[in-house]
């Protein structure tokens, strides 16, 4: 029955989305969604199946459709129990996070005398290469040298969505510096036109060994 379909699914890890963040697919269009157990006297609901499903930063960045395959048992007129395929769309929107859960109602298996789970998939956030992504903050990492921090250096850094960013930095980069660029950050899920800020930190390359040479200049200068 269901377990053994969704397309190879897993199941997710469930922190992060907000509960006003998450989907009822019924409830969208129309349907059954959001009625939970049924009264006294009727027939008891199966209990939920959750399972994962992964975005990639430039889909959540983007928006994008998923489709997904589950294998349900269906119970004909005579009761006997046949296997069905069926695929069910997620239009995944720009700014959605890790946790956001999207429910269809009634989807699992068909048994008698028990109204049938809902499906609920869980958003997971595929890690990216160079960006970590808080809430709607992106952050970036770049490697400078010492040259660098001290004398001002251009940060070129692609974004989510295929542009390129030079970023001019002109200030002395110490330790711990970040450089903050508004509006470079994950759309805002509730307004997807305004954007959250990007944060660039820095990682310093120290020299290994001075000449005696360049510590009496760098003595001079600073």
């Known amino acids: ?5 969704m397309g190879g699914m897993r199941f997710g890890g469930m922190g992060g989305g907000d509960d006003d963040d998450d989907v009822d697919m019924g409830g969208m269009f129309g349907g059954m969604g959001g009625m939970g157990g049924r009264g006294r006297g009727g027939p008891r609901k199966a209990p939920d199946v959750r399972r994962g499903f992964a975005c990639t930063l430039e889909e959540l960045y983007a928006g994008c459709t998923k489709k997904m395959k589950i294998t349900k048992t269906l119970v004909d007129e005579s009761g006997k129990r046949v296997q069905a395929e069926k695929i069910l769309t ?9 946790g956001t859960k999207i429910k269809f109602p009634e989807e699992g298996d068909e048994q008698p005398g028990v109204v049938p789970a809902d ?3 869980v958003l997971e956030e595929k890690p990216h290469s160079y960006y970590k992504r808080e809430g709607d903050t992106l952050y970036y990492t770049a490697n400078i040298t010492l040259n660098q921090a001290l004398t001002g250096v251009k940060v070129d850094l692609p974004t989510l969505d295929g542009r390129r960013l030079a970023i001019q ?7 711990g510096f970040e ?4 509006g470079e ?3 805002l899920q509730k307004n997807p036109g305004q954007k959250g800020n990007l944060v660039i930190k820095f990682d310093i390359k120290f020299p290994s060994s001075l000449t005696d040479d360049q510590k009496r200049k760098l003595k001079e200068i600073l």
């Open 179 to 182: 450089k903050v660029v508004p």
């Open 185 to 187: 950050g994950m759309p």
């Open 90 to 98: 997620i239009q995944v929107k720009p700014g959605w996070k890790a």
């Open 169 to 175: 930095i002109r200030e002395v980069i110490s330790p």
């Open 119 to 121: 499906v609920i998939f």
């Open 1 to 5: 029955g269901m377990p053994g379909g």
